[in-house]
């Protein structure tokens, strides 16, 4: 079974993604901001990240040129979920290394198709 990290400061926010992507065959864990998602990317390499960008302390552009610099994380599919619908958070992102960037909240229609694209189902 494919695993997802979900990265957002948002418990709820968080929960309710690793419970959609759960449902859609994925076993997905969240990491509650952007030290617990460093904690657990130390302890572990997830099959897709999904990320926010508005993080206290470490954003979400911090912690994407962080993968890939890691030679391990590298291939890693980040997929950006934001609340933020401005193209030039999009083409940031894209040009950080998101696979896809997503405007909160996804629906679970959009969620299985970045996973067919990411290859995960």
């Known amino acids: 079974m494919p695993t997802a990290l979900v990265v957002d400061d948002n418990r709820h ?3 309710i993604l690793c ?3 759960s449902f859609l065959g994925l076993q997905a864990k969240p990491a509650y901001g952007p030290r617990a998602a460093l904690l657990s990317l130390k302890e572990s390499t997830p099959d897709a990240i ?3 960008l508005s993080m206290p302390g470490i954003d979400g552009f911090e912690i994407m040129a962080y993968l890939r610099r890691e030679p391990r994380f590298r291939d890693v599919p980040v997929v ?3 609340s933020d619908n401005q193209p030039e958070t999009a083409l940031k992102a894209r040009r950080t290394g998101a696979l896809l960037v997503l405007v909160k909240p996804p629906t679970i229609e959009t969620l299985e198709r970045v996973l067919h694209t990411a290859k995960l189902i």
């Open 13 to 15: 926010n968080a929960d």
């Open 80 to 82: 950006v979920v934001t």
């Open 50 to 52: 999904f990320l926010d």
């Open 19 to 21: 419970q959609m992507l």
